[in-house]
C-alpha cells in the first residue's frame, strides 16, 4: 500500500481541527509507516515514570502513576505499593498547613500502610529506600516506625546488607522500643549474623531497657557458646544496669585476645561508676585495633587523669596512625582545661607534621584551656605563629591569637 505525501498532508490539515491529541499520534503513527519508517515502541512504565516524579518532588503526580502501576504492572505491585506509601507522605508534609488535605493525605498513607502490612515483599522495598539518603528515605523512617514490630525482620536483614545506613536502622529500632525487643533477642539467640551485629542488637537492648531484658542478657552473658564479644558486650549492659559485679570481668576483658570482647570491654570504660586507674586506660592506647583506642580515649575524657593521662593523649594526638582516634583525642584534651596548656604548646614546637599542629592549635583554642594564657605564653604562641611556614595552621594560630586579645577585652 503506497500513499502519495501531497494528498496525505492535504487531508492530515483538513482533518486537523477536529482532531484530539490521541487521534493527531496515531496519525503520526499512520504517516510513519506510510512513507515507510520504522518506529521503535517502547512499553510504558508506570512505575518508573512515577518515580521520576518522586525524585523531581512531585509526590502528587508520583501518586497517580503508582496507583495505575499497582493496577496494571502486576510483577512490580509491591514495589509501587511501597512507594505509594511515600508518595502519599510527602503529599501529607506538602499540604501541612491545610488541615481537611493533611488529613486525606494521611488517611490515604495509613490505608496503603494496611495494606503493606500484609505484604513482606512491600516491607523490604520499603526498607530499602532507606538508602535513597533523601527526602523519601525520611518518609521511609517515619513509615518504619509506625509499622513497628511488623517491620523487625526486613529491618535486621536490611541492617546486616545497607551498611551505610545501619545507624538510621538502629534509631528506627529505638524508636520502636519495647515491642522490637522479642525481635532483637530472637536474632541474637538464633539467627545466622556475624558478631558485630549481634553485638549492635544487645547494646540496644540494653538501651531500650524493657521488662525482661536483664534476664535475657544474663543468659546471653554466662552461654559459653555464645562469642566472646557478645558475652562482653552483654556484661556491659548488665553494669550499665546496675550489676556492679561485672566490672572487673569488663576490665579483664581489656587484655582477651578477642578483637571484639577488647572493643566490647574498651566501650564500657566510659561509663563505669568507679573510675579505673588511668594507667590501666593509658596502656591500652597501643591497642592494635582502632575502635578499641577510640574507646579508650573516650573514656579518658570522662574519668580525667592527671599529667600521665595528658602526655598520653598528647603522643595519642601526634601518632596515632587512625586520624578518628587522633580526632577523638583532641575532644579529649580540649576537656582537661588550664594544665593541658603549656604540655600543648610544647608539642606544638615540636611536631613535624602540619595536619597534627592544627589538632593541637585545636586544643590550645578550646574554651576551657585558653584561660591558661599568660603573657609569656602567647608571646610564646605569636613567635612560633610568625616561624610557622604551612599556610592553614598560620590561619588557625591568627585567629587563636585573635581569640586571646579578644578574651583580653571582655
Sequence with gaps: MRLHFRATKRASERWRPALGVTALLT???MLSFSTGCEVDRVKFNRLEE????????????????????IEKELETKSKALAYLAVAHDQSMRRVRSIETERVKYEQKRDERLSEIRKDPVAIQYL???????????????????T???DAADALINGYGEMKTDRDVILGIFQRVGDPVIPALQAAVSGRVLDTEQKIQYVRLIGDIDAEGSNSFLTTIRNDQMVSEGVRTAAAAELYKHGEKGERDFLLAQLNSTDTLSRRSASYAMSYLNDKPASNVLINHLGDENAFVRMNIVRALKVHQGGAEAITALLNTLRNDADNGVANEAVAALSQYGIPVLAPALDALEKEPEWTRRQRLVQVLGADEVRKGFTQNLEFRLYEFYRKEQQQQVQGDLARLLDLLEADKNK
Design 50 to 69: 512515577a518515580q521520576r516524579f518522586l525524585a523531581a518532588g512531585e509526590p502528587f503526580q508520583a501518586a497517580a502513576y503508582f496507583e495505575e502501576s
Design 27 to 29: 496519525l503520526g503513527v
Design 127 to 145: 526498607v530499602g529506600i532507606l538508602e535513597n539518603h533523601d527526602q523519601t528515605s525520611q518518609s521511609a523512617i517515619e513509615l518504619l516506625v
Design 147 to 149: 509499622l513497628g514490630v
